[in-house]
């Protein structure tokens, strides 16, 4: 009898011992890589090129909307028990809707009725930890968003500016509008980059929240501690739809 209790103690020291080493490789191999924050694909083609004038450059002015090739995510550091360096978890979704509407010339546009949403049933998460399947997080992520009963995130705004440069080179816009994640409304600005390429136009950008002013708590996982603060980003392709 003491015989058979000294190898099931031994079974399970075992298991534990395996379950320990799979851990070791997850949290402290160092073998972790997240993808570069999203940003603008390509560079416009400048007006000054022999094949493409100013005057062959279309207006901005019209409706826009999203189309394929969109992305918007978050990515948020984790710290690991034993690590002293963080790991970016990163997640994105490629469904992705809105749009936007522009009036003006060449000489400055502006924008209203800006609307994008972004499913938050398909996130999923993108960056790669040696040892560990990472989609394990998303449904802690889904349960701490509660996607059945908010399943998105929608960013929308009034009014904005366009430099008229736009129509031949990336430019920069700040656009201040309201935020809404888990039923939640708050003001942010986001800081972005625009361009126009192969007849879409391009917008990249990003701003940074705190989870808890969304009345979302920081998941909570063994073995790793999970800032409060994240980023939020995207890279939205839109094509003119009037």
């Known amino acids: 009898m003491k015989t058979r209790s000294l190898v099931v103690i031994g079974a399970v020291v075992a298991v534990v011992a395996l379950a320990g080493g799979a ?21 416009p083609i400048a007006a000054t090129s022999p094949t493409v004038t100013p005057a062959a450059t279309a207006s901005l002015t019209g ?20 690590q002293s360096s963080k790991h970016q978890a990163v997640a994105r979704t490629s469904t992705v809707s809105g749009g936007l509407t ?13 609307t ?33 009963q908010f399943p998105t995130a929608t960013f929308a705004a009034t009014s904005a500016s366009v430099p008229g440069g736009i129509t031949n080179q990336a430019v920069d816009v700040s656009v201040t509008g309201k935020l809404t994640i888990h039923g939640v409304t708050k003001d942010v600005t986001i800081k972005a980059k625009a361009q126009l390429v192969g007849g879409k136009a391009e917008i990249a950008g990003s701003t940074s929240i705190s989870m808890t002013d969304y009345g979302v708590s920081p998941p909570q996982m063994p073995f790793v501690t999970v800032d409060s603060t994240l980023l939020l980003e995207f890279d939205i392709f839109l094509v003119r739809s009037a």
């Open 23 to 43: 851990g070791y490789v997850y949290y402290f191999s160092g073998l972790r890589s997240a993808p570069a924050q999203l940003g603008l694909s390509a560079t």
């Open 63 to 82: 409706s826009w909307t999203v189309t394929t090739g969109s992305l918007a995510g978050y990515r948020i550091n984790e710290l690991f028990v034993g």
């Open 116 to 148: 994008f949403t972004a499913d938050l049933t398909s996130l999923h998460s993108v960056d790669t930890v040696a040892g560990r399947d990472v989609t394990q997080r998303d449904g802690v992520v889904n349960r701490q968003l509660d996607v059945q």
């Open 102 to 114: 522009v009036s003006g010339d060449s000489t400055g546009y502006q924008v209203s009725s800006l």
